[in-house]
């Protein structure tokens, strides 16, 4: 079925959201944290002279690079359109059958589903996987109903109606299938198992059943007590050692045998902490009157430790010295033996506290009064700041980053409270949809690569303004080394020659081509970019890839020598629409790293360069963002375009035999040069503008030669058709009304390397 169309049932009303699991690596509706560092923004060096290995290493969830001040652009975007749909869906099942938006993800790469509110639910969707680096993405070849809530090993475990995936989540393809047991609701996924849940009506059971490609290894019917009054809340995940669920009841086994160490009434709260143990909550319904609590701390070797309370919270960046302490109720509590170490107060009976940091300073938490975020000393519980409007947040160890009640991101120092930074909801691409008035409001988590928005609307991702993040509850020692002979602060100077450019690799965003280069300077002296109109050209040996205009003035780039900084500085040049005449796909940089010649012209500069200290190997990339197109001297701008339309279509022509031929696909555009349409003379710079705007619309569009095809009447047309394909020229038409087309702009083809035009062409009215 192509993409934007789903079936299923309507969609039934969405029930109040329940209290957010802890469990790591899962988005719902998220700010997505993902920690490579990549500077967006102004460029300011910070000269310590010392590598990654005489600093501390960072802590498990935390950004590795930092933001003093707001990203000022996006790194790259993706939408629900990209893949045919109107919004990202959760693939939890839970949350799925409400359409909340939400994803699973690692260091690497973020895997969610698409949905289509025109269809509503749908039992299988098309699931999709974003690198969280590049924005680059796939579609699995299957759509799906569900999968587990972890990615393990570079691997989740997703399930249509009757089968289990395993999915490479760096390429999209399945490497392992099984057979899903019947009445799964729920899958768990531990990186060497599978494990799936099924409650027996009547029986007052659950079966958890652990799969291999070979079959079942064991399967294990549970007797659970009578439940807790839970509603639709749900919980189902695995560690190397267990296996919980919780629904009205909660239920933990072993992962090797699959033996009973739990069953009680509880909730669907569960929490993973770093040692591979748990925590539950359980309850009593002994006499007709259900209660809460006590937590239960549930150890790798099934061995349990009762903490007391009603409710838990597990620290999302912990320090070594707090990792046996979780927040029990309002009390900081160590998991061992179950000891309050100090206790929270609140305005609010019912507040829940939510950990967040806890390091050996001081811990910040939700909850504190009136719902607001705050720090507290670690050593006794004493307050030491609050600010209300701010919800879920993240840190790179001086600041916290955290969604705005207006939809958008706002950062807080860690140790003071003070407001720094705030971004609208806006340049995070975060808007209203499925009849809402105002965006919702955006949580964090912690994946790998940049920071990002996760809504149900966009994914957008920003790099870091700032340098190496630090350990939360240390400081930031300064680069003052006076007395060990290391010289002191260095400094650029500008050189005479432009740097040396080398592309590394190239991806294409909603906001043009994105060139990840390595930059170096010439002189020994290392060099500086600080003028406002910076040319700098990229070709692929004689044809032109890339040009345009960068402005410096505002944001000066510290470039250094090979001797000061090694591999030399990274940088992240993006080439908006008119400035880009190429697409990743015609670009290995694989090939050869004398392929690619990328020419700098400094351009004009006034009065003195900027002061800028030499920065360190190793140092966050800088992004920089063309504001126009400029070609060098002597560009032939129509031969430029005919090249590129020609390696296009020789590089879409093997994608199209061996996945389109012979199907009905949806047809995007036709022009010539010297065609009088749509108001315009076309050329061949304008025809290829339009299907780079497409290709960036749409992901994946491919380009045809009308004279290559015997499907087509006419020769000297350049053709662009959708990737996606149809079982019938209906299907096709269906989809080009969906995305909003008329019928003059899109309509059903037969693409064939064999057939004639008769019956290759549906139009519709």
């Known amino acids: 079925m192509p993409p934007g169309y789903q079936g299923g049932p309507p969609m039934p009303p969405a029930p109040p959201r329940r209290k957010r699991s802890r469990a790591p690596w899962i988005v719902s509706g998220v700010v997505l944290v993902l920690v490579a560092a990549l500077v967006a923004g102004g460029v300011v060096w910070w000269q310590h002279r010392s590598s990654d290995d005489d600093q501390p290493a960072l802590l498990a969830g935390q950004l590795t690079g930092s933001y ?25 099942p839970w949350d799925k059958q409400y359409q909340r938006p939400g994803a699973i993800h690692d260091d690497t790469t973020l895997v969610t589903l ?41 691997a989740v475990a997703c399930a249509d109606t009757s089968t289990v995936y395993v999915i490479d989540v760096r390429t999209g393809e399945s490497t392992t299938t099984m057979p899903l047991p019947s009445g799964g609701f729920g899958l768990a996924f531990n990186g060497s198992a599978v494990f799936t849940r099924s409650f027996l009506e009547g029986h007052n059971s659950v079966v958890i059943s652990k799969l291999s490609p070979t079959g079942t290894q064991w399967q294990r019917e549970v007797a659970v007590p009578e439940p807790l009054p839970s509603g639709d809340s749900s919980g189902f995940t695995a560690t190397k050692h267990l296996v919980a669920t919780g629904s009205g009841t909660v239920v933990v086994v072993s992962a090797d045998d699959g033996r009973t160490i739990l069953a009680k009434p509880g909730r669907a709260d569960i929490g993973k902490l770093p040692d591979g143990s748990m925590t539950v909550i359980t309850g009593n319904t002994d006499g007709g009157n259900p209660t809460d609590g006590p937590v239960v701390h549930v150890r790798p070797d099934g061995t349990t430790q009762s903490l007391g309370g009603k409710t838990f919270s597990v620290p999302g960046v912990v320090t070594t010295g707090q990792r046996d302490r979780i ?3 309002r009390s900081y509590t160590s998991v061992n033996d179950g000891t309050a170490v100090w206790s929270v107060q609140s305005d609010n009976e019912y507040a829940s506290p939510e950990v967040y940091v806890a390091d050996d300073r001081e811990v910040v938490v939700s909850g504190l009064g009136n719902g607001s975020l705050g720090a507290v000393d670690t050593a006794n519980g004493r307050v030491i700041w609050t600010a209300s409007d701010v919800g879920e947040v993240v840190t790179d160890g001086e600041h916290l980053i955290g969604a705005s009640t207006d939809g958008g991101l706002t950062a807080i120092d860690l140790e003071t409270g003070s407001r ?41 991702a920003f790099a870091p303004t700032g340098p190496r993040a630090i350990v939360p509850g240390t ?80 944001t000066p780039v510290a470039v250094p020598s090979l001797d000061d900084a090694g591999t030399g500085l990274t940088m ?19 090939a050869s ?19 800028l200290t030499v920065p360190d190997e190793g140092s966050a990339a800088t992004t920089a963002t063309a504001t126009g197109p400029s070609l060098p001297p002597g560009t032939d701008l129509t031969a430029a375009s005919v090249d590129a339309l020609r390696v296009q279509a020789n590089s879409d022509r093997a994608f199209i035999l061996t996945n389109l031929n012979n199907r009905w696909v949806a047809q995007l555009s036709s022009k010539r ?39 087509f009447n006419y020769r000297g047309w350049w053709v662009t058709v959708a990737a996606a394909t149809f079982p019938g020229p209906d299907a096709a038409n269906n989809w080009c009304r969906a995305q909003g087309f008329t019928k003059d702009h899109c309509f059903a083809k037969l693409i064939s390397s064999t057939r004639g035009p008769e019956g290759s062409t549906r139009y519709w009215s």
């Not at 060990?484 to 450019?501: A, D, I, Q, R």
């Open 475 to 554: 400081t930031r020692k300064q680069s003052t080394d006076n007395g060990n002979g290391s010289g002191g602060t260095e400094y650029v100077t500008p050189c005479g020659s432009p740097p040396k450019f080398t592309p590394q690799s190239f991806r294409t965003s909603s906001g043009g081509l994105g060139v990840t280069m390595k930059v170096s300077a010439t002189c020994p002296g290392g060099d500086i970019l600080w003028g406002p109109q910076t040319r700098i050209t990229i070709k692929d040996g004689n044809d032109l890839v890339a040009s345009g205009n960068f402005d410096f003035s505002q």
């Open 420 to 460: 720094l930074w705030s971004v609208d909801a806006a340049t995070l691409g975060n808007r209203a949809i499925g009849g809402q008035s105002t965006p919702s409001a955006p949580q964090v988590l912690v994946g790998g690569g940049t920071l990002a928005t996760f809504t149900a609307a966009t994914i957008t």
């Open 572 to 590: 992240e040049l993006t080439y908006p629409p008119g400035s880009f005449y190429r697409l990743p796909d015609t670009l290995s940089t694989q």
């Open 327 to 329: 927040m029990v109720g």
């Open 673 to 711: 040069p010297g065609l009088n349409a749509e108001g315009r003379i076309w050329d061949n710079q304008a025809i290829l503008d339009e299907f780079l705007a497409l290709r960036l619309r749409f992901s994946d569009v491919r380009l045809l030669y009308s004279d290559e095809w015997p499907v």
């Open 114 to 154: 698409v949905g289509d509110s025109s269809t509503g639910y749908a039992d299988l969707n098309p699931l999709v996987g974003v690198n969280t680096h590049t924005g680059r993405h796939w579609t699995f070849g299957k759509r799906v109903a569900q999968c587990a809530d972890t990615v393990a090993d570079n």
């Open 68 to 92: 003093p001040t707001a990203p000022s652009a996006p790194q790259w975007t993706v939408k629900p359109s990209d893949f045919g749909g109107d919004r990202f869906v959760s693939p939890l």
């Open 593 to 611: 790293t004398d392929r690619f010649l990328v020419d700098c012209d400094k351009g004009p500069t006034t009065g003195q360069p900027p002061r």
